[in-house]
């Protein structure tokens, strides 16, 4: 299927690895110039396909920088087209054991870049009349998990943010929408059933079966399949689709809406 990607300029959160990096190798397969934003970027730019990644050393958790960001790429490249709102995953704790700098951290991880960065890339695109905007979310928010409360939370706002900014975008030609990935084998899922091995005495081979046997699907997704998404998302293919939260997840939420 024929994306009409290339040529656009990509800005990719938290992309170092996982499905960031999965998103920023696939946007640029693409034919798109992807500004490859993370804590522990750096390296000379990349070709992948007919496009490139650009490392960016950045952090969310400065506010001033992050409310910057997007005119920075702007300055540099001349355009913003697509924004993809990849954020790191909060510590993972019941909700009675969460201290208040657990809160804290994970609003400042979770919400606040995702409101800054959706808000100046919502500015620069109604301008221009177009552009996709892209947050990376979490079915937690639409099925809490055990542990996943500052997550829930968090992107829950984060997901009403983005809903309403649609609504508003919509008549410039702005598209704004959200994924919401189940479980993935990324680095940060092996971490989280490390944990949970650690905390109930299991072996990780018996906490991923326990994960897996939630999955219609019967398996993790892969970084690369939430990439697609987001490319299709991102893309001319998608042009009437906006507001709309999609669940890649092998079939795990079970709600209906």
Avoid at 40 to 47: C, F, L, N, R
Avoid at 195 to 200: G, I
Avoid at 216 to 243: H, K, M, N, Q, Y
Wanted: hydrophobic residues 50%; glycine residues 10%.
């Amino acid at each position: 299927m024929y994306l009409g990607l290339e040529n656009g300029v990509a800005l990719v959160t938290a992309a170092s690895r996982g499905i960031g990096r999965a998103t920023a190798e696939r946007l640029a397969a693409e034919g798109m110039t992807v500004i490859a934003a993370a804590r522990s970027a750096g390296g000379e730019p990349e070709t992948v396909g007919s496009g490139s990644i650009v490392p960016f050393a950045h952090d969310l958790g400065d506010a001033a920088a992050t409310a910057a960001l997007v005119d920075t790429v702007v300055s540099a490249y001349g355009a913003v087209d697509v924004v993809v709102l990849n954020t790191p995953g909060p510590r993972i704790v019941p909700a009675l054991e969460a201290a208040w700098d657990d809160w804290t951290a994970a609003h400042d991880t979770l919400l606040r870049p995702v409101v800054q960065l959706a808000t100046a890339a919502g500015r620069v695109m109604r301008d221009k009349g177009a552009g996709a905007i892209i947050l990376l979310s979490s079915t937690w928010v639409r099925q809490p998990a055990a542990g996943g409360v500052l997550s829930a939370a968090y992107r829950s706002a984060a997901s009403a943010f983005v809903k309403n900014l649609a609504s508003e975008l919509a008549p410039a030609g702005v598209r704004v929408n959200q994924i919401m990935p189940g479980a993935t084998g990324t680095d940060r899922m092996q971490g989280i059933v490390e944990m949970k091995s650690d905390r109930n005495g299991t072996t990780v081979e018996e906490e991923i079966a326990r994960v897996v046997a939630d999955i219609p699907a019967g398996r993790w997704a892969e970084a690369s399949e939430i990439a697609d998404a987001v490319a299709f998302l991102a893309s001319a293919r998608a042009s009437f689709i906006t507001g709309t939260s999609l669940s890649v997840d092998g079939g795990a939420v079970r709600a209906a809406h």
